[in-house]
């Protein structure tokens, strides 16, 4: 549920004025910490801390996506982006943050990460979706690289594997993201 895949996902957006009150910000900052988000899941909502899964692949998964991912468990996250190439949600830049941690001091420590970037297949020809979904992939690839993380491989898929119909903004935002796989490191001589 975390990764926003599903139809009935929706994000609670919390907003703070350009210079909010020390409460409001504490307010905030509790909500976002690993205390608040045990209360959140505790309440039956789902949490923002990050955990890996063995994800199901779908059957009509090309076999290149499939090679990228074997072997390698989700992490509950996706990077979204609006229309184009760069341009990544608000919800983005705070999970690079909690990437970089789950690396260092969480269960993802000592893996390999690997990304996948898709396209919404509205957005362009077949080529150049994969080249847009390459562009997205390696985009977090260097930001995470900012914060001192290396990505083992990085792949774009284009337009296919979509989690939601194209026929609406909503939709389209949904497929145009960039997916976290890490795996154990790959021995090599």
Avoid: C
């Avoid at 063995?54 to 072997?71: C, K, Q, S, T």
């Amino acid at each position: 549920m975390s990764v926003e895949d599903y139809p009935l996902s929706r994000r609670l957006s919390l907003y703070l004025p350009s210079q909010p009150t020390p409460l409001a910000r504490e307010f905030v900052d509790f909500a976002l910490s690993d205390e608040g988000q045990a209360i959140v899941a505790d309440a039956g909502f789902v949490s923002q801390r990050l955990a890996l899964h063995g994800a199901p692949l779908a059957e009509n998964a090309p076999i290149d996506y499939r090679e990228l991912v074997a072997g390698a468990e989700r992490v509950s996250l996706n990077f979204r982006f609006g229309s184009g190439a760069g341009f990544m949600d608000g919800k983005a830049l705070r999970d690079l943050d909690r990437l970089r941690e789950f690396m260092l001091e969480g269960a993802g420590a000592g893996r390999e990460i690997l990304l996948a970037g898709f396209a919404d297949s509205g957005e362009i020809g077949a080529y150049l979706a994969v080249r847009l979904s390459e562009e997205r992939a390696d985009y977090i690839a260097d930001q995470l690289a900012l914060r001192g993380l290396r990505v083992a491989r990085s792949r774009g898929f284009g337009g296919v594997l979509p989690v939601a119909a194209n026929d609406s903004e909503f939709g389209r935002e949904r497929n145009r993201r960039v997916e976290v796989w890490l795996r154990p490191p790959l021995n090599r001589p």
